[in-house]
């Protein structure tokens, strides 16, 4: 009789690819959960910078350079063109308003004032010549008025007495209209010379006036002559010292051109370059200050120019309350500008972690110190000393402010 043989539930070749398959899935197990931890680096604790987040005042500021200027500078030009025959002082020298600097030569403006004077002297003697004309025309005028003014009134005499003697039948009417018909002639005559004065006078009048306008002219076109030849010899504006100067001997100067400049010592201010990024930023008023030795002195801004020249442009600053002692044109000083008002706020210095971060995360310390931990935060407006912190710190925590260049993703760091 045939026994039924039972079938193996469990044989080596079906344990065997179970266990393969266990051994598969523990490895991918593994690998998931050795890579799903944080990634650790140790760190040298002398080769890392570590900074307290504090809380404290805080202003937004950059530092720039600045030149020491003198408060005004008047440049001197040739007002008008020649050659340079002499120099009356040297660059550097201290000057007074009106002292000669130099004298330049121009033949062509000196014999235009020749001539021009020679025609004034012979318009002011042809003036004379014809007031002197007018004069005697005048007073031979006069005369004959005189003369017609004599015969009109002896005229008059005879002829009112002729007519109470021909209305007594005295004299007969011959006589009488012969008297009376001088002393109509005489009458129109005298009208008529009358009329003829009085066209001389206002003639004479006019022609005075034209004569003195044209004068006037002429002698204002001398006078702008003369200060043209006089204008060569270039003085100074305003006191000052001179520097800068271009001239020398023999040289030749167009109209226009720059002799140098008088720079006013009364008093100084700084001319700073900012780069054009903080341009929306900088106004009149804006505040500075800079160290000399061991003082501090403080700027405000008083002037800006909006051109932008290589990425910068340039404000003028006065100083406030007083000027360092000993400070000299052309003088550099570092200016810390400031670009806000002081504010209370949570702060962390400054370092090269952030060209790796962006101000997006640090590496912040553990309570015992012996760990750092990614921690994200957020970072608002900056100064050279500090960053403000808006989130992510508090004041006491303590951070690397080191950089991060090595640490690529590293997620932990252990302080040794």
């Known amino acids: 009789m045939d026994r039924k043989i039972e079938k193996k539930k469990w044989n080596s070749k079906l344990l065997m690819t179970i266990g393969g398959v266990v051994v598969l899935v523990g490895g991918i197990v593994y690998v998931v959960l ?51 025959q002499e120099r009356f002082v040297e660059d550097g020298t201290m000057v007074k308003k009106g002292d000669p600097i130099l004298k330049l030569g121009n033949s062509d403006l000196e014999l235009s004032l020749s001539n021009q004077e020679t025609q ?58 012969k008297s009376e018909n001088d002393y109509n002639y005489q009458l129109n005559r005298k009208k008529l010379t009358t009329q003829i004065l009085s066209s001389d006078s206002s003639q004479v009048r006019t022609e005075e006036k034209q004569n003195q306008e044209q004068y006037a002219h002429m002698k204002n076109s001398l006078a702008m002559m003369r200060k043209k030849v006089d204008d060569l010899t270039i003085r100074a504006p305003v006191d000052g010292q001179l520097t800068g100067m271009d001239a020398e001997i023999g040289q030749n100067k ?3 051109a720059s002799i140098g400049q008088i720079d006013v010592i009364t008093g100084f201010k700084v001319r700073v370059n900012i780069d054009e990024h903080y341009l929306q930023q900088v106004f ?9 030795g ?27 309350d007083k ?26 210095p ?67």
């Open 284 to 292: 009149l008023g804006i505040p500075g200050t800079f160290a000399l």
């Open 120 to 177: 004034v002297f012979g318009q002011i003697t042809q003036m004379q010549i014809s007031r002197n004309n007018a004069r005697q025309a005048t007073i031979g005028k006069l005369n004959q008025m005189a003369d017609v003014d004599n015969g009109f009134r002896e005229a008059e005499r005879i002829y009112k007495l002729n007519k109470r003697l021909y209305d007594q039948k005295a004299i007969g009417l011959q006589e009488f209209k």
């Open 254 to 256: 167009a109209k226009g």
């Open 350 to 416: 400054r370092g090269g972690f952030y060209q790796a971060t962006g101000g997006n995360w640090i590496f912040k310390l553990s309570a015992d110190g012996k760990t750092a931990y990614r921690a994200d935060i957020q970072l608002s407006r900056q100064n050279p000393d500090f960053f403000e912190v808006l989130g992510g710190l508090k004041p006491g925590e303590k951070v690397i402010t080191s950089s991060y260049d090595t640490y690529g993703d590293i997620q932990e760091l252990i302080i040794k």
């Open 34 to 84: 050795a890579t799903s931890g944080k990634s650790k680096l140790n760190v040298d604790r002398e080769r890392i910078t570590i900074s307290e987040v504090t809380k404290g005042p805080f202003q937004v500021t950059i530092p720039e350079n600045g030149v020491v200027l003198p408060i005004t500078t008047i440049y001197v030009d040739a007002a008008e063109g020649g050659r340079v």
């Open 323 to 348: 000027v360092p002692a000993g400070i000299r044109r052309g003088q550099t000083l570092q200016i810390l500008l400031a670009l806000s008002d002081e504010t209370q706020a949570v702060l962390v």
């Open 294 to 320: 061991d003082k501090q002195f403080k700027l405000v801004v008083k002037k800006v120019y909006a051109q932008i020249t290589n990425g910068k442009f340039q404000v003028d600053m006065q100083f406030v």
